[in-house]
């Protein structure tokens, strides 16, 4: 069993079904004791100075959302990434016109699948 990581975990959502989800397959595997899971939007997330990893995971339209409702929230997370110096921001994403919604340019482009969904991971660093 983890006993202790080098650097927190935080985990948060908005909704409470997606955060208590989390942690009950976070305890499933071994390690809900080494996250802090909160209930919040992300644009009111504090990040600890010392820089390190975002992981976003936002809807892209495909079973959640509609793409021009969802530009907001891609340009917040290019928000969050240049108010954040050092800190690295992957964003996984099926929809390659909300990952340019960040507005900034991809440091690195991994191809994926969610399913059948040919997917980006993003990583953004300002």
């Given at each position: 069993?983890?006993?202790?990581l ?32 909160d ?81 980006q ?6």
């Amino acid at each position: 069993m983890l006993k202790a990581l080098p650097a927190p975990i935080l985990a948060s959502d908005e909704r409470n079904d997606a955060v208590d989800n989390a942690r009950q397959n976070a305890r499933a595997a071994g390690i809900g004791h080494a996250i802090t899971f909160d209930r919040t939007d992300f644009r009111h997330v504090r990040l600890p100075e010392t820089p390190g990893v975002v992981l976003c995971n936002p809807p892209y339209g495909e079973r959640i959302g509609e793409e021009k409702d969802l530009i907001p929230l891609y340009r917040a997370i290019g928000d969050l990434a240049r108010r954040s110096p050092g800190w690295r921001v992957w964003v996984f994403t099926g929809n390659e016109r909300l990952g340019r919604a960040v507005g900034l340019p991809p440091r690195q482009v991994v191809k994926l699948f969610n399913g059948k969904i040919p997917c980006q991971l993003l990583e953004f660093v300002a």
